[in-house]
């Protein structure tokens, strides 16, 4: 879904602030293929890709650890924040995306 934010530019709502509990994460597939793994951490909302990038695993299916996501594969692990490869045998860095939350939706920052 798209919506209009400030201005001209556009933002891709990923989904309600209620839809993540503190502490979880969700899957979202977006309309252009990606699926994007959406974490509430410490009040604040992250995203990043949802594909490990050490093996063929959802992160949204792992399990989060501090500041990292634990891989459900291997249990390699990343930095939410940062997407920095923090755990054997995660070596490459996750790709992150910003966001923004308005009107009590989480959406992607254009």
Do not use: Q
């Not at 556009?10 to 959406?38: K, P, Q, T």
């Not at 634990?70 to 966001?99: K, M, N, Q």
């Amino acid at each position: 879904m798209v919506s209009e934010a400030a201005g001209d530019t556009m933002s891709v709502r990923l989904c309600a602030v209620g839809d993540i509990a503190e502490g979880e994460i969700l899957r979202v597939d977006l309309e252009d293929g990606r699926a994007l793994a959406v974490y509430h951490l410490e009040g604040a909302f992250y995203a990043t890709d949802d594909l490990c990038t050490h093996g063929d695993a959802s992160l949204a299916e792992g399990e989060i650890e501090g500041c990292n996501i634990l891989c459900p594969f291997h249990l390699g692990s990343f930095d939410i924040r940062t997407g920095e490869p923090t755990g054997a045998p995660c070596s490459v860095a996750l790709r992150t995306y910003a966001v923004t939350v308005a009107d009590g939706e989480v959406l992607l920052a254009p």
